[in-house]
């Protein structure tokens, strides 16, 4: 490391940073015409080397800015152990940070083993850190090659009767983790858990999916009767590099749920390392999510899992607005405390499916046959007011399609939703309802939908769930619209409409979606996922779009100036920066910038999410060099 610093600071001002030419999120490192990405799977470390290598000719190459101690004090951070977790949970107990506290909240799930920081680990200074938490793709060959990867998944995808996959959305979603570990030499022994079994239940093996996940990974994967013992000590150590061995369904065992720690050592001992990609299991503490990061290091958090979050997280902290949520499906009691807390988040709430009812009856509508939760009829009187006083548009379908019975062959009409006739039951919206949602959905910039507008399994009763996924199509392909599609049917009913890839997100989570929408803070997490705000093109994290015309001579200023505690400053997401983390230069920068520098920190450092430029530029740009 000394000698990357060193040969780097002989480049001195010959690298500059060219953000505004930055494409796919990648910072872009010119040297002399020699261009290096930097990308959130490639690693600072060599792009630096490689940068380093070009010193030779640095001197005469045109330098704009003050980049060498920006990239410095990038080495600089490398060096310097994290700060313990400690010092977030000390943030959170301040008053004087709440608003902070709040932005981020959400971000913490109990085994997300997240943060973004592209670190190596191959730095054997660096070795303390192997215990932080952070994504795979800071993981590299040399991390990874002939290491034994224990791969926690969620590999709950619905079976029908003679086991066969019905959906395999979940195994797909799993796929690049895993390759990419496979693709740097490693073996990995892959766990997961399949529905709720009471004990060993053949019904929950998961068997089945070896053969399509041996077909998306392209190698055969190995399969053990066991998730713990003997049998997969052997098939784990006859591991070739690049192979896959697929546990047995890992909640044969009660100790799984209950997070015993001897279970959890056991299922570790047969691994080097941890990667948890389950994003739907995220908020559930269990042996294999949570218990076996005692036993291995690193711990890192899988694609999927750093997806899932960076979109959910993302469209609830900060939407882009008219911000719409659909909530359907039949489950009115878990879905309550969801509509609650995103009245407090929306501008729109449309309300479908089967939870449309307790709603009607409520407000002295007659339902019919229709599902209706009774105990439920107060708390959707009181949603119906609070989202007055918020001043949520809230869409209760006016027409719905009425059936004599619950049957694919039921007969059917339109009614309105203020008289289903006695006997019939509404199991889908009306075209009307369509209608407005369409006309309303128009006007929205972020769209979040769990659960299908009616019995969509029923081809008779699928035309609300199948125009809302029409609908949200054409919004994100047409008109940049975020779409984020949660829930087990919502996400089938899509894929069943051939959608799919054409929304912005398909969340593999249920619960764990939910949680996140509905603002929870999942326990015990061990990770702090922090968005800090944007300086580039759009934040993965946040979402937010900030356009602003930087030159790079600004950028360098911005690079010198500040720096976040732990991690490179124009970073992962595309130069996000946490006001709350930026600390003075080392070793760099005028006294006049460092008195900037204090002066920022002074008055940004309680205000946490977004990174507002334009003071600072306005600030820095009448003392940078050229000006
Ligand atoms: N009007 C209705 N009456 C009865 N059932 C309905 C009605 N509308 C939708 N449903 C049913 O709701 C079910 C889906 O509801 P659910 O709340 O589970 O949604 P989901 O998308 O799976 O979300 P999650 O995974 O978060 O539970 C579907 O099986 C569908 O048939
Ligand atoms: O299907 C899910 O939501 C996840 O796999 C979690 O399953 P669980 O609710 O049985 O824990």
């Given at each position: 490391m000394n000698q990357i610093k060193k040969s780097f600071s002989a480049f001195g001002p010959a690298i500059m940073i060219d953000m505004n030419n930055a494409r796919n999120r990648s910072v872009q490192l010119s040297v002399r015409g020699n261009c290096f990405f930097y990308s959130p799977n490639n690693d600072k470390v060599e792009i630096i080397q490689k940068a380093a290598a070009f010193k030779g000719g640095s001197r005469d190459a045109t330098a704009i800015g003050v980049v060498a101690d920006f990239l410095l004090l990038f080495l600089f951070d490398r060096a310097k152990p994290p700060p313990p977790p400690a010092s977030y949970k000390e943030r959170e107990r301040s008053p004087r940070r709440r608003s902070h506290i709040e932005s981020f909240a959400v971000w913490s799930l109990p085994n997300s083993n997240l943060a973004l920081a592209p670190k190596s680990i191959s730095d054997p200074r660096e070795q303390g850190e192997m215990a932080t938490k952070r994504s795979v793709g800071t993981l590299g060959e040399a991390d990874l090659r002939g290491k034994k990867v224990f791969v926690r998944a969620d590999l709950n995808v619905p079976l029908d009767d003679a086991q066969k996959i019905t959906d395999d959305t979940r195994i797909r979603a799993s796929v690049p983790t895993i390759k990419f570990l496979l693709g740097n030499g490693a073996k990995v022994i892959l766990a997961s858990h399949l529905g709720r079994p009471k004990g060993v239940t053949p019904k929950y093996s998961l068997k089945p999916l070896v053969p399509r996940l041996s077909e998306l990974l392209g190698v055969d994967v190995v399969m053990s009767n066991d998730c713990i013992g003997e049998e997969v000590e052997k098939l784990a150590a006859a591991l070739p590099d690049g192979g896959v061995l697929l546990l047995e369904n890992v909640r044969f065992y009660k100790e799984e749920e209950k997070n015993d720690p001897d279970f959890a050592k056991k299922l570790a001992s047969v691994a080097d390392?941890?990667?948890?990609?389950?994003?739907?299991?995220?908020?559930?503490?269990?042996?294999?999510?949570?218990?076996?990061?005692?036993?291995?290091?690193?711990?890192?958090?899988?694609?999927?899992?750093?997806?899932?979050?960076?979109?959910?997280?993302?469209?609830?902290?900060?939407?882009?607005?008219?911000?719409?949520?659909?909530?359907?499906?039949?489950?009115?009691?878990?879905?309550?405390?969801?509509?609650?807390?995103?009245?407090?988040?929306?501008?729109?709430?449309?309300?479908?499916?089967?939870?449309?009812?307790?709603?009607?009856?409520?407000?002295?509508?007659?339902?019919?046959?229709?599902?209706?939760?009774?105990?439920?009829?107060?708390?959707?009187?009181?949603?119906?007011?609070?989202?007055?006083?918020?001043?949520?548009?809230?869409?209760?379908?006016?027409?719905?399609?009425?059936?004599?019975?619950?049957?694919?062959?039921?007969?059917?009409?339109?009614?309105?939703?203020?008289?289903?006739?006695?006997?019939?039951?509404?199991?889908?919206?009306?075209?009307?309802?369509?209608?407005?949602?369409?006309?309303?959905?128009?006007?929205?910039?972020?769209?979040?939908?769990?659960?299908?507008?009616?019995?969509?399994?029923?081809?008779?009763?699928?035309?609300?769930?199948?125009?809302?996924?029409?609908?949200?199509?054409?919004?994100?392909?047409?008109?940049?619209?975020?779409?984020?599609?949660?829930?087990?049917?919502?996400?089938?009913?899509?894929?069943?409409?051939?959608?799919?890839?054409?929304?912005?997100?398909?969340?593999?989570?249920?619960?764990?979606?939910?949680?996140?929408?509905?603002?929870?803070?999942?326990?015990?997490?061990?990770?702090?996922?922090?968005?800090?705000?944007?300086?580039?093109?759009?934040?993965?994290?946040?979402?937010?779009?900030?356009?602003?015309?930087?030159?790079?001579?600004?950028?360098?200023?911005?690079?010198?100036?500040?720096?976040?505690?732990?991690?490179?400053?124009?970073?992962?997401?595309?130069?996000?920066?946490?006001?709350?983390?930026?600390?003075?230069?080392?070793?760099?920068?005028?006294?006049?910038?460092?008195?900037?520098?204090?002066?920022?920190?002074?008055?940004?450092?309680?205000?946490?999410?977004?990174?507002?430029?334009?003071?600072?530029?306005?600030?820095?740009?009448?003392?940078?060099?050229?000006?």
């Open positions: 390392l941890y990667v948890n990609d389950a994003f739907g299991t995220a908020h559930r503490a269990h042996a294999s999510t949570e218990g076996v990061t005692k036993f291995l290091k690193p711990a890192v958090a899988g694609f999927l899992m750093q997806k899932e979050l960076d979109y959910l997280v993302g469209a609830v902290a900060n939407p882009k607005k008219p911000f719409a949520a659909i909530v359907g499906g039949s489950k009115v009691s878990s879905k309550i405390g969801v509509i609650e807390s995103l009245l407090a988040k929306v501008d729109v709430l449309i309300l479908g499916g089967g939870m449309i009812f307790t709603f009607y009856k409520a407000q002295g509508y007659a339902v019919g046959k229709s599902l209706v939760e009774e105990d439920k009829l107060e708390l959707a009187t009181s949603l119906i007011e609070k989202a007055k006083t918020k001043g949520v548009a809230l869409l209760l379908p006016t027409d719905v399609v009425v059936a004599d019975k619950f049957a694919a062959d039921a007969e059917s009409k339109i009614v309105p939703a203020s008289s289903i006739p006695d006997g019939w039951m509404g199991l889908d919206v009306g075209p009307d309802a369509i209608k407005t949602f369409n006309e309303t959905l128009d006007t929205t910039k972020t769209i979040i939908w769990n659960g299908p507008m009616g019995v969509f399994e029923f081809e008779k009763f699928a035309a609300g769930t199948d125009a809302i996924a029409k609908k949200l199509a054409e919004l994100t392909t047409t008109k940049g619209v975020t779409t984020i599609i949660g829930g087990g049917d919502s996400v089938a009913a899509v894929e069943k409409a051939g959608l799919a890839d054409k929304m912005s997100h398909i969340s593999t989570g249920g619960g764990a979606s939910l949680e996140l929408l509905e603002g929870k803070t999942l326990p015990d997490l061990g990770v702090t996922l922090q968005c800090r705000g944007c300086m580039n093109l759009r934040c993965r994290i946040c979402l937010k779009e900030l356009r602003i015309t930087r030159s790079n001579q600004e950028l360098s200023m911005l690079g010198a100036v500040l720096v976040p505690e732990s991690e490179f400053a124009l970073g992962q997401n595309g130069s996000c920066i946490d006001a709350t983390n930026i600390r003075r230069p080392i070793g760099g920068g005028s006294r006049e910038t460092l008195a900037l520098a204090d002066a920022y920190i002074r008055d940004h450092s309680s205000r946490p999410t977004l990174f507002p430029l334009a003071p600072l530029r306005r600030r820095l740009l009448p003392r940078s060099p050229s000006s």
